[in-house]
């Protein structure tokens, strides 16, 4: 079976530094995403992990540790525009994303 | 091109029409999915297509039938749909191969069966 789990809902203001959790329990590992989704739009593709380790890509950072099942996005410098669902999803070898309940962000002024 | 483009945006239809969703994608991608997202939750896996073949059905009900005509296109026929199958249709495609692994999505195609 798989189990990913995320915080339902994270509010921050504007110029903050925001960390979304995500842990997952799943039959075989091929890599974890990040994906960010507004309201009635595509979900677009925001990082990849598959080793231990943290990826920085200018105010997004993504980190993973496979031996904790635990990953965490870190968005730094809030912008009011980064109010939208941040989505946790698992590869498994062979299989397409596994996505998670997704977190959404609000972020006031 | 670096886009999945999906039409029509939106769909009404009755319990007994037949329609279909369609997906095109240039990017050369061999793999090709649908996913179904409903308000507030996450999207769900319905069909994968690798090299236009069938790889991946998550026993979705037979109302649903997918098809791959080529590589670039991805259909979704609708038939005796219940108003319970209202929601977001996702395509989305990626390349195939070692270290391909980044889904590209379509911007969706909303769906209301009355």
């Known amino acids: 079976g798989q189990n990913i789990d995320q915080p339902t809902e994270m509010t921050a203001t504007e110029g903050a530094i925001v960390q979304i959790n995500c842990t997952y329990q799943?039959?075989?590992?091929?890599?974890l995403f990040w994906y960010q989704q507004h309201a009635g739009e595509a979900p677009t593709f925001l990082s990849y992990?598959?080793?231990?380790g943290l990826e920085e890509k200018g105010r997004f950072s993504s980190f993973l540790s496979r031996s904790k099942g635990y990953s965490y996005l870190l968005l730094k410098e809030l912008q009011m525009k980064d109010s939208a669902s941040y989505l946790c999803?698992?590869?498994?070898?062979?299989?397409?994303?596994?996505f998670g309940k997704g977190t959404t962000l609000s972020v006031s002024s | 091109d670096t886009e999945v483009t999906q039409t029509p945006k939106h769909l009404v239809m009755g319990m007994t029409n037949k329609k279909s969703l369609k997906c095109e994608q240039h990017?050369?991608?061999?793999?090709m999915y649908w996913y179904k997202q409903k308000a507030k939750k996450p999207p769900e896996l319905m069909f994968v297509?690798?090299?236009?073949?069938?790889?991946i059905n998550e026993s979705v009900p037979s109302r649903f039938s997918p098809e791959c005509p080529n590589s670039s296109l991805l259909n979704l026929h609708l038939h005796a749909l219940q108003p319970e199958d209202s929601a977001l249709y996702l395509c989305?495609?990626?390349?195939?191969?070692?270290?391909?692994?980044?889904?590209?999505f379509g911007a969706g195609s909303r769906l209301t069966v009355l």
């Open positions: 989305a495609s990626r390349e195939t191969g070692a270290g391909a692994n980044v889904l590209t």
């Open positions: 799943t039959s075989g590992f091929n890599g």
């Open positions: 992990n598959v080793l231990d």
């Open positions: 990017m050369g991608h061999r793999a």
């Open positions: 297509y690798s090299y236009e073949k069938l790889s």
């Open positions: 999803a698992v590869k498994q070898a062979g299989t397409a994303l596994i």
